[in-house]
DNA sequence: TTGTACGCGTTATCAA
DNA sequence: TTGATAACGCGTACAA
């Protein structure tokens, strides 16, 4: 179907080895005889030839691209942080292959098995669950894996904000408000991250009720409903994830806000929160330094292009950044209220 | 590294060619000794084995996976599109990958050619730019391929929303509320999606400047700062999509907010708009008709699983989806405070 | 029912 | 400087 090194061999009265020696780049391209060269790359080019990348990568077991599979790429954090981790593999020459688990590990599994088995060299992943057997299962042992956002017993290999840092940042500032009374929306425990996020929220707050569930809006409405239910009001709602906060304003009316509603500390950015009249603390993480963390954390896991020396699996050493709270007009203003009425 | 057919078939005294029957799932595995199968079987499970898909798809030109190539994986928009795609996919058996052009037609290149020479089954694409040389250039001529929300001359399997019909109600939506003067914001007026809003714009309102840029949130930005400089404020301000509504939002406080600043008239959905202060119409598709279209519209240009049938290029007829308008309480008030000052 | 042999498109080794 | 030739892992026509 489409051209091949033979077809140019043909064309060029030269052999297949010639040809794939003259367009390779490499050094073995100087030792040619000049003519042949350029008389073989004028054909690829006039043949609009383009190497099969999988017999290529079938042969050298090297593609040059990562994949990287996140639980969803719905979410604004993830996107950004997908766009910026392609943008600095592409200063090493690597290219990047995006799959979306979708909170699904069924889909997770099949993702993790297809990328494997096409070759790429190296992850980057934000696992569904924290179960190291589901990802060894479905992967060749030794691959090159970063772990973003979950610490995982066993893989040093993470980059990942430092959770409880940035949850006791948060609850400091909500406690700053007066807030004693806390709601909980959180994804599942048995990842690490919401339960060191749950585990030093229970440390400086009563926490009245908490609802867990899988990291989709639908938890986080689900949660307001149950949430208003309660005898005692939350001061303020603590959602361990922007889904979470997104699937409670999706279900606030401007006509709620009137009603003193609860304040929503959020771990990670909300989109536009300074012109949103919901309170809202966020603990937010500089989606640049993890995405280059990923990078620069994967690199040198990567088999060097000597081919004599061993993939090289120095073991690394977790990268974890510090966040720090925004707070938005309304939170502020929210917060002075409360302040002015002790 | 990973165990091979030929592993299985060393270990279990069989050949390559009856394991590969073995495991193929296909009617070949019917016509085997049910015993060897089992003892097949269950050899590969012990060794773990995963078949190569490269080495698969250079066999049989099929690899059950179609590309997905975007402008901007952060507009939401876009990136539950991806998702939804991607569910429709998997029902039909084929797994996706995304990929992000990030408005540069360089990557865009890159990744097209990546993707074909992987070996994909199909394409669906948000082209940066509508030159269809550039696609073609990229691409086996004979690869399967959807546009998503571009019209090309040329290529007829399109799914898209109908820009004109929904410009024409933002139009008639923004006219109700008086408004008689607007600025705009704008994509690259290359693109026929952006080209076409503008035309209806025009039709309808006094344009008193028009901002055009790459569709990232700056040009909003700048195109703010401009509008803040003209003469006459316009009394609507006209995004042709969501980044550049968020680009200006970025840059709004809610003390600008006092000052009556102009509406947005946004294409494309701006989430918790609901709750958003800004006075906003927003002209939504809705992104599940899109999601499923393209794939509907895929799947026929598929070459049939049977061999011996030519890959059927039946041309499709392009798809138009018909949007509708979403005001926001904020928009409400707005129009509301306008008409009683007549 | 099973095995042999070949080819998919590349790259790498060896010999000329 | 160049050309056979083998091999990557798999699927399949053909022969047994």
């Not at 940035?166 to 690490?192: E, K, N």
């Not at 060097?304 to 966040?323: C, D, K, N, S, T």
Request: overall charge neutral; charged content about 20%; some cysteine.
């Amino acid at each position: 179907m489409s051209t091949t090194l033979s077809d140019i061999a043909r064309a060029t009265q030269t052999s297949v080895s010639t040809v794939s020696r003259a367009l390779s780049g490499s050094v073995a391209a100087n030792r040619l005889n000049l003519d042949t060269r350029q008389r073989i790359q004028a054909a690829a080019q006039e043949l609009g030839y383009r190497p099969n990348l999988n017999a290529r990568t079938l042969r050298t077991q090297r593609s040059n691209s990562i994949g990287l599979i996140v639980n969803d790429i719905t979410d604004p954090l993830v996107a950004r942080i997908g766009n910026l981790i392609e943008q600095h593999l592409l200063l090493h020459g690597y290219s990047l292959m995006i799959c979306n688990s979708n909170e699904d590990s069924e889909q997770e599994a099949r993702h993790l098995w297809q990328l494997d088995q096409r070759g790429i060299d190296g992850l980057i992943i934000a696992p569904v669950s924290s179960d190291v057997e589901q990802l060894r299962q479905n992967l060749s042992a030794t691959l090159p894996m970063v772990i973003l956002n979950r610490s995982i017993a066993g893989l040093d290999a993470t980059v990942a904000g430092d959770h409880e840092q940035t949850a006791t940042l948060l609850c400091q500032t909500l406690r700053q408000a007066g807030v004693q009374r806390v709601a909980v929306v959180s994804g599942s425990s048995r990842l690490s991250i919401h339960r060191i996020r749950m585990q030093v929220v229970r440390q400086n707050f009563d926490v009245l009720a908490l609802h867990e569930g899988p990291a989709i809006r639908k938890t986080g409405r689900d949660a307001r409903a149950v949430f208003a239910r309660l005898p005692i009001a939350p001061e303020a709602i603590i959602c361990s994830g922007l889904v979470f906060a997104n699937g409670i304003m999706q279900v606030t009316t401007v006509a709620d806000l009137q009603n003193n509603p609860p304040a929503l500390g959020v771990f990670d950015w909300v989109p536009m929160q300074h012109l949103l009249p919901v309170p809202i603390a966020a603990a937010v993480q500089d989606v640049y330094e993890l995405a280059e963390g990923c990078v620069e954390q994967l690199m040198p896991m990567l088999s060097e292009p000597v081919p004599g020396a061993a993939a090289q699996r120095r073991p690394q050493e977790p990268l974890i950044f510090a966040g720090q709270i925004k707070l938005n007009p309304a939170y502020e203003a929210w917060a002075d209220r409360r302040l002015a009425v002790q």
